[in-house]
Structures are given as C-alpha cells and as structure tokens.
C-alpha cells in the first residue's frame, strides 16, 4: 500500500511532467541540431564530395584552410565589414536610447518610432539587395544623382564596383537592416533599470553624461554584452547580402566582399569539396568560440 | 543557369510556325499524319503498361510525356520540373536519401559527372543503348558517358554553338551574305577584331556583348594529366573580349539581359560601359539621346534559334547562321534512369522512344519549333530542309557538321570553375579595375586554392 502510494506521487511529481513535456524537443534538436553539427565535424577530416564514400585524410582540410590566402582573404573581409557595421549599429542604438531615455527629455512616441526603427529589419534581405543595387547604380542611381545634382560630388561615386568603398557599403547596410534590433534590446534594457536610481542622480546634480556611464551603462551591461556576441555571430556569418549584390560566391569587386560563409559556400555547393567546407565551417565555429569567451571574459568582469 | 533555362526550354505553343519546311516536308508530314494513326491504333490495342516519375529540369520531357501517354494509354507519367540550379541538390538528396519513386533525370553536361560518380544514373549500355548508338552523334554519347566510359545518359538533342548573324548588314558591308564566306570572317580572333573595325566603320556593331565567344572560346584542354594548361589561345581570346570591350566594339549589354535581346529586333542604344543593364531605367536612361546601331551577330547554340524566334521581331527572315573559330557547344538535357527505380524498363521504352524512334524525333521537330535532334537518321532526312527564317539555309546539314567537330575528351571535371575564375580576370582587365599581370596572378592563385590537387606552372 505504502509504495503504491509512493508510485502515485512520484507521477504527480511535476518535475517529471516537465521532462516529458520537452522531450519532443530535445529529440527533434539532436537529430536537426546536434547530429548535423557532429556529422560536420567527422567529415572535415574526410575527403567527402557530398556523395560517394568519405575517405578520412587527416588534418589535411584544416591545414589546407589555414595555409589558403583566400581564407585569410575572406575572413578579414568578414572582420572589416562586421567591425564597421558593429560600430555604427551599436553607436546608433545607443545614440537613439540616450535621447529616447532622457529624463530631461522625455520623447513621446517611443513606441512607433520603435516600430520605424525595426521595420528594415523585417524586409527580406533579397528586397534589400535589389533595392541598394538600384539607389547605388553609378550612372543612374537615386544617391549619385542627388550628390551630382546638388554639388557635392562632381562625378559619380561607383559605390559596388571599388574595393575601397563597397565592403563599406555592405556594412552600411547591414547597419541600416539591424540598428533597430539593437535599439529595441537597449531601450528594454534601459526601460528595466529602477527610475529611483535616475531621480537619485537628478538630486544630486548629476549630468546626463555621468547618468549615462555611472547609471546606465553598467546597469545594462549584461544586455550589451548580449547584442554583441550576438552580433559577433551573425557578422562572422555574413552572407546573404553581399552574396545578392556582389555577384555571388566571388565577392566583387575584385573578392573584397567574399566572406568566409561565402568562400565556404564555393567549395561546398559549387566545387564538390564537402569535406573541405566542413573544415572550414569548424574553423570559424573555433574563431568565433574563442572571440566570444574573450568577450565573455572582458565584459563580464565586475566593476 | 538563365542561358541552361533558354537553351533548353520550349515552348509547346503550336499558334505560330516560324519554321517552314517544303514539298518534300509536307510529304513527309502527310507520312506522319498516317503513321501516327496507325501508332494510335497500335496503342488503343495494347501497347505499354505501368506509371513512370520524371524529375527533368525543363518543358521539353512533359510535352514528351503528354505525347507518350497519347500513344500508350496504358501509361501514366508524372512529371516536376525543377529550376537548373536547384536540380542536382535535390535530386541528388532525394535519390541519394532512398527514394525510389523516381524514374527518370536528366542533367545538362555539367551536372552530369558528379551524379555519374554517386552512382544515380543505370547503366543504359546493360539497357540495350548500343543497339542504336552508331545512330547517334559521337559527342552527344561522349558527354553522356562516365570516367569509365559506361554510358549512363543520352540526349534528344545536339547543341553546336555557330554564329546568328545579319544577312542583310553582311549583304551592305562585306557585298555577300553567304554562311560560308561569312564564316571567314569568324574564322580567327584576329578576323574578328577586323571584322568588328569594319562593322563599326560602317555604323553597326558586330556583338551586342563582349561574351559572344563563350560557347565558341576554344577547344584547347584547361587540364592535361592533372596540369593546368593555358596555352596562347586562352590569351588570344582573353585579349580579344578586351579588345572589343575597350574599342566600342559592342553596345555593353550583357548577354541576357533586355538590351541584348533587343538588339535581335533591330536597332537598340550605344550603351555605356557601366550601365546596369538589368534595371530597367538605368538601361532608359542611358539610351536616351544616345547614338544607335544595329548589331550584326550573336553567338549560341543551336537552340538559339528559339531565342531568335521570339526576340527578332521585324528581322524575321534577315539572319543566317554560320560557324565560329572553333567548334563548340553548350547547353542540352541528358535522361537517364535512376539507379533506384523499380521500372527502369518501361523508363528505357521511354527513353528510347525519346530519342531514337524516327517518328517521334520527326514530331518533336515540328513540335519544338527548331530543336536539333541528335538522332543521325532525322538529321539526314531533313538534311535538305531549307529554313525561310534563316534566308533558305540547311540548318539541320550545317548543326550535324558542327557537332561532327566537337573534340569532347578534352572536358575535364574542372572546366567550369576554372572557366569562370579566367572569365574573372577577363573582366578585371576590361574594367580596369586591375592590370593584367594581377588579373592572370589572381586566377592562378583562385585555381590553386580551388583545386590544390591540379599541378600549376606559371
């Protein structure tokens, strides 16, 4: 009787129900998720085309990715138009969430200015890459026109085709598709921050510069840090939009806008190279792994 | 991929009949027309049995297929037709994944070796293929063929490359519109340079685009014995599209964007350089108040024809097709029987029937509206067909010889990447966006890091 009982309650036990409740999800997540990410693993040591059998080499694909200039190439194409993006997605964010956070202040509106501010980030990048390539036509171009016309430049600007300015543009871009992402998480952020600690600020005399590095910015460090590994992992990914406008896996002008999922496209979906690409892909699975705990360890330390 | 969707799609609107045959064809219709009663007869008694999946990457096989239940209707045939650059990945994921659903693919010939090599395609030479092989043209069977030589595709068609040009500008400029003369003046890449200075003395343009040549740019080995080879003719060319890029040569509209299928119609603007010939009003914009021409030649396939018929519009009747500096070809659809089916013999009665029986080769090329069969047998029965479209030519003549030229061994697994790394340099050296030297040192570089294993000497 006394262990029937104990049976009965052990199934009441919700802790049980709460495992059975997501084992759906874990099965589905390690055949979708965590098999695809071992299977990779496995054949970046082999010499696997996507078909046919996967003989094991080695080391070779790493050390052929390491030793490959493109590589290089591509990841520092990468690292220079995630960096910019990054400095100006989070300087606008930030910018925007000082102005809409000032007590002083105190804009009305923050909801639809938030909802303006999200909007590019839901157009399909596809829109986005036809929509730029037009504005930015040398010739014709809406933007060239208007700094031709109005004097600012005398000859057009060819935005996509120099190596100088069009991984910039890219960047620019990408600004422009999720700055309001980034504002939307550091105005939640900022909008948790208890207001006692602001009017105890205001009472002591203090400006808005101090409010904001002694008030603000640490309170909404764990969010910030957030959006940047975030970040770091999307940038590092880069490869939808200057696949669309920069004619594909080669990244013109002249390769400077090939970024590393790019250069990994190429050799596995272009050239047969399966085996090679996995390589590559746990390559920068390593890079990303190593700057995120550098980021993790600086920007978690207390103050 | 645009270029594979043209080549081989057409269209199975009978309204319009661009192409004409004479007494002897309406003769041979009249054979047909009693023929296919009888066959029709034959299927309404019998025939075959069975359903058939076909997985193809154009219209071509499902109006084939409409026509193969009409003659057995014992038959059922489900056709998906799948975009050119999404074929390989799924019928490769699918095939390779187990499913056995699928019949009969298809693959254009550089998409073919890799699914040769996961082992989808059935040996048809097991089929019974050979029994009409020696009616076949070589380098139809040779692109069909693995690295062992097994045949595991075959094709319906034959896709020499020649030059589209203008009777009538020929007639003007040069005082003769004959293919054969004309064709000297295409014969070498110094005769075009000059043939291009004349035209354009003369007020027309010899290529709308500087890419004319892709299906023609020589015949010479990108790869011998895991070597890379670039020989003078790869220079020689690379020269040539710079030289009728930076000389003015051209109009500048890209091959298959709308000002390139314009120039067909007739007159179109000189554009510049680097105008986005793909937006629309960029290309308005850049045409107004520019000076005009007439271009003289395109150079395609055989199955540019198609393209020809529905972009030339008031030229109707005005071009004639000759030969290039060398012979060439691009484009076509190859079927074969997967590995995996459970009805690889009706597939191959299909198959078969597609591609080597005299009738129904005989009404695909009244149906397509200008395909080439490779079929030698239809090839030399319609061999004095005379085209009005194409002032009288012999076309089906003049596409059997062109293919007779094609050199097929000298294809190699990496042509296509290597082919489109030095149409990379190609295009940096005609925008000057770097010099030559860099250009040439990039592509070496792109080939190395992209196939270690091939062996460079610079």
């Known amino acids: 009787m006394a262990s029937t009982t104990a049976k009965k309650n052990k199934l009441k036990n919700k802790d049980y129900v709460g495992v059975i409740m997501i084992i759906p999800f874990v099965v589905v997540f390690c055949i979708f998720s965590i098999y695809p990410v071992l299977r990779t693993l496995r054949l970046s040591f082999t010499n696997y085309k996507g078909y046919g059998d996967a003989t094991f080499n080695g080391l070779d694909n790493y050390i052929r990715c390491l030793t490959d ?88 600007i060819d935005w996509l085709g120099k190596t100088s300015i069009t991984p910039y543009v890219v960047s620019v871009i990408q600004t422009w598709m999720w700055f309001g992402n980034s504002f939307i998480m550091l105005m939640a952020s900022v909008q948790g921050i208890n207001n006692d600690y602001f009017e105890a600020a205001a009472i002591d005399g203090a400006g808005r510069w101090t409010v904001f590095g002694k008030i603000t ?87 | 991929m645009v270029v594979s969707m043209v080549g081989c799609g057409n269209s199975d609107n009978n309204d319009a009949k661009d192409t004409k045959a004479e007494t002897k064809a309406a003769e041979t219709k009249a054979a047909d027309d009693t023929k296919e009663a009888d066959d029709t007869k034959e299927a309404e008694e019998g025939g075959l ?123 003007e400029v040069f005082g003769y519109d004959d293919p054969e003369s004309v064709g000297e003046l295409f014969s070498s890449y110094d005769k075009i340079l000059e043939t291009a200075q004349t035209l354009k003395d003369a007020g027309y343009a010899i290529f709308a685009s500087d890419g004319e040549l892709g299906y023609m740019s020589g015949d010479s080995a990108w790869v011998i014995d895991g070597e890379l080879n670039v020989d003078q003719a790869r220079y020689d060319y690379m020269d040539l599209c710079v030289d009728l890029y930076q000389g003015g040569y051209t109009t500048y509209a890209s091959a298959w964007s709308s000002p390139w299928y314009a120039a067909m119609a007739g007159e179109v603007a000189y554009l510049k350089p680097d105008t986005n010939v793909w937006d629309a009003d960029a290309v308005a914009e850049a045409s107004e108040g520019a000076d005009t021409t007439e271009v003289f030649a395109f150079g395609l396939p055989s199955w540019g024809v198609l393209t020809m018929r529905d972009n030339y519009g008031d030229t109707r009747g005005s071009w004639g097709i000759c030969s290039g500096p060398s012979y060439g070809f691009g484009g076509g659809t190859w079927l074969g029987i997967s590995t995996a089916s459970h009805n690889k013999d009706l597939a191959w009665e299909f198959i078969k029937w597609v591609v080597a029986d005299i009738d129904t080769v005989n009404w695909w090329i009244k149906t397509s509206e200008g395909d080439i069969p490779a079929y030698i047998p239809a090839l030399e029965a319609h061999a004095d067909d005379e085209n009005e479209v194409y002032g009288g030519q ?7 010889e062109q293919a007779e030229g094609i050199d097929y061994s000298k294809v190699t697994q990496y042509d296509t990447a290597i082919g489109d790394a030095w149409s990379e340099a190609i295009n940096t050296i005609k925008t000057e966006a770097g010099t030559k030297e860099e250009a040439i040192a990039t592509f070496y570089d792109t080939v190395a890091s992209t196939y270690p294993e091939i062996t460079i000497n610079k």
């Open chain 1, 217 to 303: 910015l640490p309170l909404i460090k764990p969010i910030l840090l957030y959006v940047s590994i975030t970040s770091l992992i999307g940038g590092l990914q880069l490869f939808d939009l200057p696949y669309l406008m920069c004619g594909g896996t080669v990244g013109n002008p002249a390769g400077s806008t090939q970024t590393v999922i790019m250069y990994l496209y190429k050799f596995g979906f272009e050239t047969w190279q399966t085996g090679y690409a996995s390589a590559v892909a746990y390559v920068l699975f390593l890079l990303v792994l190593i700057v995120s705990l550098i980021q993790f360890k600086v920007g978690g330390k207390e103050d």
């Open chain 2, 394 to 400: 012999k076309l089906f003549q003049f596409w059997l």
């Open chain 2, 49 to 171: 049995e069975g359903s058939l999946v076909i997985w193809t990457l154009a219209k071509d096989l499902e109006t084939m297929a409409a026509k193969f239940v009409e003659e057995n209707p014992g038959v059922t045939i489900d056709t998906t037709i799948i975009e050119p650059a999404d074929y390989v990945s799924k019928t490769m994921t699918a095939i390779l994944g187990g499913d056995d659903t699928i019949d009969i693919i298809v693959g254009e010939p550089q998409m073919l070796q890799p699914m040769f090599e996961a082992g989808m395609f059935e040996d048809l030479t097991a089929m019974g293929c050979d029994e009409f092989a020696d009616d076949m043209v070589d380098y139809m069977l040779e692109v069909g063929q693995d690295e062992d030589g097994v045949q595991r595709a075959i094709s319906y068609q034959i896709c020499p490359s020649g030059f589209y040009y203008r009777r009538d500008i020929a007639q």
């Open chain 1, 69 to 156: 200039k493109f590589f290089w190439r591509a990841l520092w194409n990468t690292i220079k138009m995630w960096g910019v993006n990054i400095i100006l997605q989070l300087g606008l964010a930030f910018l925007l969430t000082i102005v809409f956070s000032d007590i002083k202040y105190k804009i009305k509106g923050l909801p639809v200015f938030r909802v303006i501010y999200y909007l590019p980030n839901l157009i399909a990048v596809t829109t986005v890459a036809i929509l730029f390539s037009s504005l930015l036509d040398r010739s014709y171009g809406s933007v060239n026109q208007l700094l031709v016309h109005s004097g600012i430049t005398k000859t057009p």
